[in-house]
Structures are given as C-alpha cells and as structure tokens.
C-alpha cells in the first residue's frame, strides 16, 4: 500500500492545533491512510507533548528533503518562527497570528509543488492574523491567491452530509450583495467536481434560494428570479445534475434519507446551521475549486478549553483521513 503523504499544520499555536494534533498522531489511526508532515514551531509542540504526556517522537527538519519517513517518529517541519517571551496559552497575538498564516503558506506550497497530495489545516484565529496586518478570512480565499484559483469555495462535510456556501466570511448584507448568476453557477461547479472526488459519480445536487420560499415568484426578491435559477439552469445545460433554487428553511428538513449527494447555500449560516445541528463535532471543512486537496476542521480554537489537556482529537483525525483518502490511497 502506498500511503499519500499529508501535511497538517499547528495552526493557531495558543489554541487547541497543537494537544488535537499531538493526540491524533499519539491514537495512531491516521498512519493506515497517510505518511503525515507536521508543519509548525517545535518549540510549541514539544511543550505541548509534555504538558499533556502525550507519546510522540519527533524527526525535527527545516525542509521537506530532510524527511527520514522513519517508523515511530513523525516528521516536523521547524519554522521556528514563535519567541517563547512572546506565547501565552489561551491568547493569541500577531506573533501566534503571523507564524499560523506561515505554516498554511508552506503547506499549501509543498501541495503546488506536488511534494505532498494533501494537507490539513488546524484551527486558525482570523483576529489573530489581523493583529499581525494580515488580511485572513479563511483558508480557501488564502490557497486561491497562491494558486490563481478564480473562485474559491467551502464546502462542509461530515459523511454523506455535503454542504457548501456560495459566500462565506462577509456580513450577512455583503453577502446578499455578491449573490450573482456567475458566482451561484461557479459554486454549483466546484461543488459537482468536488462531490466527484469522493467517489460519487453523477452528484445530485440541491441550491438552496436565498429570500423566503425561493422569493416565491419574486414577491419576497428578486435575487432567487434574476441570479440563482438561471444559474441552475446553465448548470444543467453542462451535465450537472443540479435543481432548485429550493427553500431553505424546509431543504434541508430530510438532509439524511440520500435524496441528495450535496446542498449549495447562498451564505455562512444557512450551510453551517444544518450542519452543526445535524453533525456537531463531526464535519471537515473542505476547500473546492481551488486546484488542490485542502481540508481544515470545522470547528475553531477553543480558547476555553485551550492547552487544559481536555481538548477532542476526533474532527481532526476524520479530517486527516478524508484529505488522504482523496490523495489516493494506491493499492
């Protein structure tokens, strides 16, 4: 079996990334579906191994040649890029900030460069990245601009749950604003091809309306009328397999009897309600239309339980071995 190799990142280091990452490697699970590559400040991590005791060696590099690949250590690449003066569990500041943004960038280049076929984002801290003067509104807006990636999307999933969102981290009026027939159709798009990748070959995909009852022949908006159906129909005029727009508040109602293969909602809580209601603790956050495999947790710092030693490995572990199932797991 060839295993693909995948890098996860620390992400915020004052957050839950560093004890969920350390206990998924300690559980072991992971190691049958990927050869994993750390990315973040050693430092970090091994105050982290020992606060909680947590059984893990490490094979401590700068560069991705330097790995040994070596059976029962797991190798880290060192940015050392945290000042220990400058880290308070619990807390974090433009220097946790800045040091999250660079351990993305060097995950999301080794997968440009095809040294890795995946790689897995920890919890990031957006306000931390703007304490630095970093513009970060989550990971997908950050690979398209490494990439060129025109239109970025995130699409949530938790088994057969799939669920993306045509907008994501704006307000909920910039987010009626961008709704287009360009943008609702590049969704449906990303979606299909995404939904592919999971092995399912003619996806069935519903799109949510964004006003009451689909705008209800435009008395409530116009928006569902002039944008989303006419996206809908060109979907369907390139094979998709798409329909609606779809009330939201009764589309998802029946989400687990299969009757469809993924959801595009038009913004930020109408794809994440469901499902947080539905999969609480169970759904990976999966990066579409962007040219590489990219998945994060779909949870966030928890800086109230951060570095208590309490914190849940689980997302991150379906995580790790989402992203290695779709960077092929060879026979």
């Given at each position: 079996m ?7 990142t620390?992400?915020?280091a004052?957050g ?10 300690e ?6 579906y990927c ?5 973040g400040?050693?430092?970090i ?8 005791n ?9 560069h ?9 250590k797991v ?5 050392d ?5 400058a880290?308070r ?7 946790t ?6 351990y993305?960038?060097?995950a999301?280049r ?8 995946g790689?897995?984002?920890g919890?990031?801290?957006k ?10 509104d989550?990971y997908?807006?950050l ?8 239109y970025p999307?995130?699409m949530?999933?938790?088994?057969n749950l ?22 609702v159709?590049?969704a449906i ?14 996806p ?5 309306g964004l006003n009451p009852h689909?705008?209800?022949d ?12 006419p996206?809908v ?8 397999n798409?329909?609606g ?8 109602y029946?989400?687990?009897d ?17 499902v ?5 603790k169970?759904?990976s956050a999966?990066?579409i ?6 998945a ?15 914190a849940?490995p ?8 989402l ?9």
């Open positions: 060839t295993r693909p190799i995948i890098g996860i620390m992400s915020e004052a839950i990334g560093p004890e969920i990452l350390l206990r998924a490697i559980e072991g699970s992971i190691f049958t050869q994993p590559l750390l990315i400040d050693f430092k991590l091994d105050l982290a191994r020992r606060r909680f947590v059984n893990v060696d490490f094979n401590v590099i700068k991705f040649e330097e790995a040994a690949w070596e059976d029962g190798d880290v690449i060192d940015l890029n945290i000042p220990m003066g880290f569990p619990a807390e974090p500041n433009a220097v900030g800045r040091a999250m943004i660079e993305t960038e060097v999301v080794l997968c440009i460069d095809k040294k890795t076929q790689a897995v984002g919890p990031h801290s306000k931390a990245a703007a304490d630095a003067g970093i513009h970060f989550g997908p807006g690979i398209a601009r490494m990439t060129g990636a025109k999307f995130l949530l999933v938790a088994g799939r669920v993306a969102n045509v907008t994501l981290h704006v307000s909920l009026r910039d987010a009626c604003n961008l709704i287009s027939e360009r943008l159709l590049e798009k990303a979606v299909d091809e995404g939904v592919k990748m999971f092995g399912v070959v003619e069935r995909i519903a799109v949510a689909a705008g209800e435009g008395m409530f908006g116009d928006e569902d009328e002039r944008h989303i159906k996206a129909k060109a979907a369907r005029g390139m094979g998709i798409a329909s727009p779809w009330p939201a508040d009764s589309l998802f029946n989400v687990m299969g009757k469809y293969d993924a959801y595009v909602a038009m913004y930020h809580d109408q794809a994440h309600i469901p947080k209601t539905l999969a609480f169970k759904a999966v990066a239309g962007v040219p590489i495999n990219w994060t947790v779909d949870h966030g710092c928890a800086l109230d339980i951060a570095w208590k030693g309490i849940d689980g997302v991150i572990i379906e995580t790790i071995k992203v290695s199932l779709r960077g092929g797991i060879k026979e």
